[in-house]
């Protein structure tokens, strides 16, 4: 069955952290990038990191450069966000995919899984 499952959000205070967790079934993970994304209420869902297929190299969108980390276990078929300093702009269902890049313009071509819900609030 093909899957992707995201765990790991919760409550929060402004300043703590959260690891997020993203389980990918079904599916040749080790060949593509992946990423997390987040959607927050009102607005599109936006890219917020990515990691290359063998895990040497990512990238983060500003807002949560220097704050978030990906990082991926292709054994496992697992992708994790930790995120650090959460603010409260940072409250938002977080979501895991794969793809690629096409230039510089990321393709997520999984179905979507369910999220994981994260809020900063104190």
């Known amino acids: 069955q093909v899957q992707v499952v995201e765990s790991g959000g919760g409550l929060v205070q402004p300043g703590g952290s959260l690891r997020l967790s993203c389980a990918q079934s079904g599916f040749s993970f080790s060949n593509y990038f992946a990423s997390w994304h987040r959607q927050a209420p009102g607005n599109l869902r936006e890219l917020v990191a990515t990691i290359t297929p063998d895990g040497h190299s990512t990238n983060y969108e500003d807002f949560v450069k220097g704050r978030f980390t990906i990082s991926r276990d292709n054994a496992k078929n697992m992708v994790y966000l930790e995120m650090n300093s959460l603010k409260l702009e940072d409250t938002a269902v977080y979501y895991c995919?794969?793809?690629?890049?096409?230039?510089?313009?990321?393709?997520?071509?999984?179905?979507w899984g369910q999220g994981t819900q994260v809020t900063v609030s104190s």
């Open positions: 995919n794969a793809g690629y890049y096409a230039g510089n313009y990321y393709t997520a071509i999984r179905d």
